[in-house]
Nanobody, 113 residues
Framework: QVQFVESGGGLVQPGGSLRLSCTASGTNFRFTSIAWYRHYPGEERGLVAIISSGNTPHYADSVKGRFTISRDNAKNTAYLQMNNLKLEDTGVYYC???????WGQGTQVTVSS
């Protein structure tokens, strides 16, 4: 059974930073692409970033230049470094893999002054 567990969310002021972690189990992690999605109540879930098994990243336009996705295959963990956070980055961040149909429980990120 594939499982993803997110951590690292919290409350931060605009302009601040957070690093989210996503730890996977039950899958051959090095061959698994990892995606981060954001969900805000009343909105559809939106892709934030994805990193391929070959370590190629892709970002939503809204986070380019501010967020960095990375992975450590030895730790079965992917990261999302979020800098210069904006109010509109608020939401629950989920990590997982679309093809596997598996997602974590989410971690709340709140950007507020």
């Amino acid at each position: 059974q594939v499982q993803f567990v997110e951590s690292g969310g919290g409350l931060v002021q605009p302009g601040g930073s957070l690093r989210l972690s996503c730890t996977a189990s039950g899958t051959n992690f090095r061959f698994t692409s990892i995606a981060w999605y954001r969900h805000y109540p009343g909105e559809e879930r939106g892709l934030v970033a994805i990193i391929s098994s070959g370590n190629t990243p892709h970002y939503a336009d809204s986070v380019k230049g501010r967020f960095t996705i990375s992975r450590d295959n030895a730790k079965n963990t992917a990261y999302l470094q979020m800098n210069n956070l904006k109010l509109e980055d608020t939401g629950v961040y989920y990590c997982g893999n679309e093809a596997l149909g598996s997602w974590g429980q989410g971690t709340q990120v709140t950007v507020s002054s």
